[in-house]
T-cell receptor, first 113, second 115 residues
Framework: SQQGEEDPQALSIQEGENATMNCSYKTSINNLQWYRQNSGRGLVHLILIRSNEREKHSGRLRVTLDTSKKSSSLLITASRAADTASYFCATAYSGAGSYQLTFGKGTKLSVIP | NAGVTQTPKFQVLKTGQSMTLQCAQDMNHEYMSWYRQDPGMGLRLIHYSVGAGITDQGEVPNGYNVSRSTTEDFPLRLLSAAPSQTSVYFC??????????????FGPGTRLTVL
C-alpha cells in the first residue's frame, strides 16, 4: 500500500495567495521528496528533505518535516498561474538491500489568475 | 544530456499480446525504476534496479518482467497484456548515496491501452 498521503486532494486559490499541502506517512524514512506533475507530463523533482532536517527552502518553496508526527508540508508562496499542477510527496526508504520510493496520490492545485 | 528517454509514447495492445517498454538514461545513474500511474491512485512502483544485473520487485510487479544488462537501459516487459494494465508508465533514475538516494529524474511516460 502507498505510504504517503497528501491532503487536501484538491486546492483552488487566487494568484498571489499561498498554497499549503500536507503529507503524512506511516513508517521510518531516509528522506522525503516533493514532485510536481503538469497535466500529461512526467514528474519534476522540487525539493528533498532528509530525515535529520526539519525545514528546507528553495525559491518560493518551503518544506517542513516532522518525523515524530510522520508528516511534511509544502508551502508555495505568492502562487502563480504556472504553479497549477499536481503535487506529490514521496517517501524514500532503503534498508536490508531494499530501495523503495513510495508516492502518495497527490494534491491537485489550481491557481486562478 | 537527453536525461531519461522512453519509447514508445503511445501504444495500443490487444489482450494477450506482449511488448517491451524501453527506458534509457545517460546520467550514469545506478538506480532505475518503473512506475505506473492510474487515475486517483498516484504512482505505484512496479520494479526497480540498483545496478546492472540487480533487480527487485516493487508494490505491483505481477504481469511485468525487467532486466538490467547495462547501466543505461532498463526495459519493462509485459508478458501477456490485460485490460488492467491500461495505464501511464513512467521510468525514472537517480544516483545512490550511501543508504539513501537522491532526486529521481522521470521520463515523459508511455500511455498504454489494452483492449
Amino acid at each position: 500500500s502507498q505510504q504517503g498521503e497528501e491532503d487536501p486532494q484538491a486546492l483552488s486559490i487566487q494568484e498571489g495567495e499561498n498554497a499549503t499541502m500536507n503529507c503524512s506517512y506511516k513508517t521510518s524514512i531516509n528522506n522525503l521528496q516533493w514532485y510536481r506533475q503538469n497535466s500529461g507530463r512526467g514528474l519534476v523533482h522540487l525539493i528533498l528533505i532528509r530525515s535529520n532536517e526539519r525545514e528546507k527552502h528553495s525559491g518560493r518553496l518551503r518544506v517542513t518535516l516532522d518525523t515524530s508526527k510522520k508528516s511534511s508540508s509544502l508551502l508555495i508562496t505568492a502562487s502563480r498561474a504556472a504553479d497549477t499542477a499536481s503535487y506529490f510527496c514521496a517517501t524514500a526508504y532503503s534498508g536490508a538491500g531494499s530501495y523503495q520510493l513510495t508516492f502518495g496520490k497527490g494534491t491537485k492545485l489550481s491557481v486562478i489568475p | 544530456n537527453a536525461g531519461v528517454t522512453q519509447t514508445p509514447k503511445f501504444q495500443v495492445l490487444k489482450t494477450g499480446q506482449s511488448m517491451t517498454l524501453q527506458c534509457a538514461q545517460d546520467m550514469n545513474h545506478e538506480y532505475m525504476s518503473w512506475y505506473r500511474q492510474d487515475p486517483g491512485m498516484g504512482l505505484r512502483l512496479i520494479h526497480y534496479s540498483v545496478g546492472a544485473g540487480i533487480t527487485d520487485q516493487g508494490e505491483v510487479p505481477n504481469g511485468y518482467n525487467v532486466s538490467r544488462s547495462t547501466t543505461e537501459d532498463f526495459p519493462l516487459r509485459l508478458l501477456s497484456a490485460a485490460p488492467s494494465q491500461t495505464s501511464v508508465y513512467f521510468c525514472a533514475s537517480s544516483s545512490l548515496q550511501g543508504v539513501g538516494y537522491n532526486e529521481q529524474f522521470f521520463g515523459p511516460g508511455t500511455r498504454l491501452t489494452v483492449l
